[in-house]
């Protein structure tokens, strides 16, 4: 299950640590994500909109994985009627256990999803064991 390999960082705070924090200023919004995962891999789908490929930044560093998005503004200088679309920056932390392998995380973006591919160690894949008779 997708618990015991890779847990969001907010849910781990049970020795009093404080998660990490984004040390820029402004408003940061936590990603919603679907975490999906197969005998291969696991796939983080987070909604991450009016974010541009390039300013979306995924790092992995002592078994955490980071996603951080920069949105800028959509309009400068408008007085609106109605303003209910908040504009910020994405960011969110999970930590990832040892049974995938960092050096094949690979992330795409598009349409205002970022989707984050996780493979697992080939240890850590099931395995067919064929059962011999005697």
Not at 57 to 78: A, D, F, T
Not at 95 to 122: F, M, N, R, W
Request: aromatic residues 6%.
């Amino acid at each position: 299950m997708a618990d015991s390999v890779l847990a969001n960082k907010e849910d781990t705070k049970t020795d009093g640590a404080a998660a990490p924090e984004p040390t820029h200023g402004g408003i940061s919004y936590t990603p919603r994500v679907d975490i999906v995962e197969t005998d291969t891999e696991l796939t983080i789908y987070a909604d991450m909109p009016g974010c541009k490929p390039e300013d979306v930044n995924v790092r992995y560093e002592n078994g955490q994985l980071e996603i951080h998005g920069k949105c800028q503004s959509r309009q400068e200088n408008v007085d609106y009627l109605l303003n209910e679309y908040g504009v910020g920056d994405y960011y969110r932390a999970f930590t990832v256990g040892e049974v995938i392998d960092a050096t094949k995380i690979t992330a795409t973006y598009k349409q205002g999803v970022l989707i984050v591919h996780l493979p697992k160690s080939a240890a850590a894949q099931p395995r067919r064991i064929s059962v011999q008779a005697e």
